[in-house]
């Protein structure tokens, strides 16, 4: 599994089923079944995402390609790693969108590019 799949798969140790492939009942029945085995904080974090769909429209982005788009989305979510010095949480909605966006093998190189430290767009590093 590749590190952009894993990140999609996985919320912590919360292993994320196809959420977005799931009707309400069913997705009433994760969280039933998620009660008592995680704290009610997390369970809310949990549903909270569950709910949330695709990155919504954007009149920067009019047209049928969605290049640029996908590449605005990742950049703004690097960026907010940046400015809350990596906090995943703080920057889960951009991610959302940058991942629900862009094509998996455009995640997987930047990913490799930023880890490389010659991605072209913006520059973090949890190591900074």
Sequence with gaps: VSAVGAQRASFGSFEQPHWHKMNAQQMREVVEGLKG???????EWI????NMGTTPKDNRFPTMNQMNHCWTRYNEWVLCLKETEGDEEACFQRQKYAWSICPNHW???WEEGRS???FPGVQYSSDD
Excluded: A, C, N, Q
Excluded at 47 to 50: A, D, I, L, P, S
């Design 107 to 109: 995640l997987e190189k």
């Design 37 to 43: 085995k995680v704290s009610p904080e997390r369970l």
């Design 116 to 118: 490389e430290g010659v």
């Design 47 to 50: 549903v909270t995402r569950m």
